[in-house]
């Protein structure tokens, strides 16, 4: 019953959410995105917007970004050591 | 049209995997919210980001979530019934199973979202101390239940503590053991 | 699959494989392959790019895991390689773009852009590698993962 009813809840929500968009369009100031889609292929010789903001617009968005992915790895590897790792940890230097 | 009920599919695939009984099942829910969203790229023209996202979302992470699922074990608790033949009736299950200790047990074990199964068994104590499959064995005795929980394993860390702090309530006398020990060490 | 590996199939070092599986991913190993980089090197003509193309790269890690479980890849190998294209990644920007060379030189752009998108999609590649190895062949410190 309760799962019912949550999933009545979540439909609800997304019902409300996609009829309040639907119905009320905000318009944001159009300046920006109008000159990106106007001028990206003159600035950056790429042949699709989403890749001239990731690769020239907004390069450092991208640099920290594979900088997150680095820092989730190294987090990885300190949680899942591996055999050889272990082996140098423990004390007694015996591979369990 | 296709993209509205694609949408709503997302939606009710996202709620069954918070309201999945079992862990596994969540993730394939979310493997299969993950395809419908591939299948939505595709409706927008974008089919490179379909094959990307069913490779990660579908592959990638469901291998990861299965991965660590794996390491979940299931805890299995021996309820010994030694020389009583009475302990293995119908009766006496139902007695043990509504008794303040093993009502603490499983709700330590719900809260943790580890998975227990309670076994009763005929096997001696010694027996059940030398199989490692058991993590925790409990032996009704005169004036309470004794609890020997296994000394490999965090959860009855975990365990001793909670009936050190209230174990007087529920009569349980918690015991470590390590797997191997016979009775007299222990 | 070389010969040492179907000797130690054979000696029973391995479970056995299903034989489909075996063919089938062996097919379609050089297809995910291309794939990988047919969505990387097309980074500013489709809406795939480096990330897009990495992820495709990785399952390269996941069907070699599934037909052939031996951790023999070295996941240090490849986290290092992901540190030296991290590294790339860091530096070309920092060379061509904020200069502003790039916008300088029309002809290059192109060729910047592709540099980039194969410097990301290798990143991404390896260092999703490195997270599905680590998870797949991750045998357990003693007594952690008993709980």
């Known amino acids: 019953m309760s799962r019912f009813l949550s999933a009545i809840l979540v439909l609800g929500v997304l019902a409300a959410v996609l009829g309040i968009t639907t119905a009320h369009q905000e318009i944001l100031e159009p300046q920006l995105y109008l000159y990106i889609t106007e001028n990206f292929k003159a600035d950056t010789g790429a042949h699709n917007a989403v890749a001239a903001i990731l690769l020239n617009y907004r390069m450092y968005d991208t640099m920290f970004e594979a900088l997150i992915l680095l820092t989730a790895i190294i987090g990885m590897k300190q949680f899942l050591p591996s055999q050889e790792e272990l082996a140098d940890a423990t004390e007694d230097g015996k591979k369990r | 049209m296709i993209e509205a009920g694609t949408v709503i599919l997302m939606g009710v695939f996202a709620a069954m995997a918070i309201h999945a009984r079992l862990l596994r099942q969540a993730v394939i829910y979310l493997a299969v919210f993950s395809?419908?969203?591939?299948?939505?790229?595709?409706?927008?023209?974008?089919?490179?980001?379909?094959?990307?996202?069913?490779?990660?979302?579908?592959?990638?992470?469901?291998?990861?979530?299965?991965?660590?699922?794996?390491?979940?074990?299931?805890?299995?608790?021996?309820?010994?019934?030694?020389?009583?033949?009475?302990?293995?009736?119908?009766?006496?299950?139902?007695?043990?199973?509504?008794?303040?200790?093993?009502?603490?047990?499983?709700?330590?074990?719900?809260?943790?979202?580890?998975?227990?199964?309670?076994?009763?068994?005929?096997?001696?104590?010694?027996?059940?101390?030398?199989?490692?499959?058991?993590?925790?064995?409990?032996?009704?005795?005169?004036?309470?239940?004794?609890?020997?929980?296994?000394?490999?394993?965090?959860?009855?860390?975990?365990?001793?503590?909670?009936?050190?702090?209230?174990?007087?309530?529920?009569?349980?006398?918690?015991?470590?053991?390590?797997?191997?020990?016979?009775?007299?060490?222990? | 699959?070389?010969?040492?590996?179907?000797?130690?199939?054979?000696?029973?070092?391995?479970?056995?494989?299903?034989?489909?599986?075996?063919?089938?991913?062996?097919?379609?190993?050089p297809f995910m392959l291309l794939l990988g980089f047919h969505v990387i090197l097309n980074g500013h003509y489709t809406p795939g790019g480096g990330f897009q193309g990495g992820g495709v790269l990785a399952t390269l890690f996941i069907a070699r895991y599934v037909v052939f479980p031996v951790n023999d890849t070295g996941s240090e190998q490849l986290h290092l390689n992901q540190r030296f294209f991290l590294a790339l990644i860091l530096l070309a920007p920092t060379g061509l773009l904020f200069t502003g060379f790039v916008n300088r030189n029309p002809e290059f752009q192109s060729l910047y852009l592709t540099l980039m998108d194969i410097l990301i999609g290798l990143q991404v590649g390896f260092g999703l590698g490195v997270a599905v190895l680590r998870f797949a062949f991750f045998q357990g410190v003693g007594k952690v993962w008993r709980l």
């Open chain 3, 1 to 29: 699959m070389s010969p040492e590996e179907r000797t130690a199939r054979n000696a029973g070092e391995l479970p056995e494989q299903s034989l489909i599986l075996e063919v089938v991913i062996g097919f379609l190993y």
């Open chain 2, 35 to 186: 395809l419908l969203a591939a299948f939505l790229y595709v409706l927008y023209a974008a089919p490179e980001l379909a094959v990307a996202e069913a490779v990660i979302g579908s592959g990638l992470v469901t291998l990861l979530y299965l991965a660590a699922l794996k390491r979940n074990r299931e805890y299995t608790i021996a309820l010994l019934a030694e020389g009583h033949r009475y302990r293995l009736s119908d009766a006496y299950i139902n007695y043990m199973d509504r008794t303040r200790a093993i009502q603490e047990i499983r709700h330590f074990f719900e809260l943790r979202e580890l998975e227990s199964q309670l076994v009763f068994t005929s096997i001696t104590l010694n027996e059940a101390l030398a199989d490692p499959r058991f993590s925790l064995i409990l032996l009704e005795e005169r004036d309470g239940i004794a609890a020997y929980g296994s000394s490999d394993s965090y959860v009855m860390d975990e365990l001793e503590l909670v009936f050190l702090m209230h174990g007087g309530e529920s009569g349980v006398r918690f015991i470590r053991y390590t797997p191997g020990d016979t009775e007299q060490d222990v």
